[in-house]
C-alpha cells in the first residue's frame, strides 16, 4: 500500500506571494491533517479534514486555509507569505482521525521563503 | 486542553547502551498516546501506540514503551541503541478534537 505523499518536497518562495501544498492520503483512509513544523515552535496542528469538511483548525492567521476533495486528496494554502512561514509541512492521514486512529505521515514539503 | 512534556531536549548515548526518554501528558480524558520518530529531512514514522490494556507496550525497531497512569508519564525505552537510532523522538497524545498534541521532541545522538 503507497504511503501519504506530498508534492511538491521543496519550495522557495518570496514575501508576500502564496503557495499552495498537496497531500494524497493513503489509499482508504478518509482523514487528513495538516501539521506545521519550525524549529521554535515544534510541531503544530494545522487543520483536519474528514470528508471534505474541516472539523478543527489550530491557532493559525486566516492566510492558512486548506480543503479536501471527494477523493480524500488535500491541499493548503498560504497567502500573503512572511519570512516567518518558513518551516516543514507535514501531512498525515488516519482512517477516521480519531484520538485512537493512528497517523501516518508524508515527508513533508520544505517550504522557504526568502 | 491536552498538552505533553518531553524533558529532555538532547539525549547522547553510547552505541550498545540503554536509552530512555521521557514524556509526561496532560489529558482529562483516556489518553492515546504515540510515540514518534523522525529522521533528518523525513516526516514522522509511528514507533509504538497505547490505547489501553496491557501498559507496557512493544513497537518496531525493538524499542517498548510504558504507560503509568498514576504519573501521567508514557517513558519510551530501547535496550540496545545502534548508530541507526540517532534520531528526533516525539511523544504525542491523540484528542477527540481530531488532532494530535505533540511534545518538543528528544533529539537523540549514538557515539560509537
Known amino acids: 500500500k503507497a504511503g501519504v505523499t506530498q508534492t511538491p518536497r521543496y519550495l522557495i518562495k518570496t514575501r508576500g506571494q502564496q503557495v499552495t501544498l498537496s497531500c494524497s492520503p493513503i489509499?482508504?483512509?478518509?482523514?487528513v491533517s495538516w501539521y506545521q513544523q519550525t524549529p521554535g515552535q515544534g510541531l503544530q496542528f494545522l487543520f483536519e479534514?474528514?470528508?471534505?469538511?474541516?472539523?478543527n483548525k489550530g491557532n493559525f492567521p486566516g492566510r492558512f486555509s486548506g480543503r479536501q476533495f471527494s477523493n480524500s486528496r488535500s491541499e493548503m494554502n498560504v497567502s500573503t507569505l512572511e519570512l516567518g512561514d518558513s518551516a516543514l509541512y507535514l501531512c498525515?492521514?488516519?482512517?477516521?482521525?480519531?484520538?485512537?486512529?493512528?497517523?501516518?505521515f508524508g515527508p513533508g514539503t520544505r517550504l522557504t521563503v526568502l | 486542553a491536552q498538552s505533553v512534556t518531553q524533558p529532555d531536549i538532547h539525549i547522547t548515548v553510547s552505541e550498545g547502551a540503554s536509552l530512555e526518554l521521557r514524556c509526561n501528558y496532560s489529558?482529562?480524558?483516556?489518553?492515546?498516546l504515540f510515540w514518534y520518530v523522525q529522521s533528518p529531512g523525513q516526516g514522522l514514522q509511528l514507533l509504538l501506540k497505547?490505547?489501553?490494556?496491557?501498559?507496557l507496550v512493544q513497537g518496531i525497531k525493538g524499542f517498548e514503551a510504558e504507560f503509568k497512569r498514576s504519573q501521567s508519564s508514557f517513558n519510551l525505552r530501547k535496550p540496545s541503541v545502534h548508530w541507526s537510532d540517532a534520531a528526533e523522538y516525539f511523544c504525542?497524545?491523540?484528542?477527540?478534537?481530531?488532532?494530535?498534541?505533540f511534545g518538543a521532541g528528544t533529539t537523540v545522538t549514538v557515539r560509537a
Open positions: 489529558y482529562g480524558a483516556t489518553p492515546y
Open positions: 504525542a497524545v491523540g484528542s477527540n478534537d481530531y488532532k494530535l498534541s
Open positions: 498525515a492521514s488516519s482512517l477516521a482521525g480519531f484520538s485512537y486512529n493512528e497517523q501516518f
Open positions: 479534514y474528514f470528508s471534505e469538511t474541516q472539523r
Open positions: 489509499s482508504g483512509h478518509r482523514s
Open positions: 497505547y490505547f489501553s490494556g496491557d501498559t
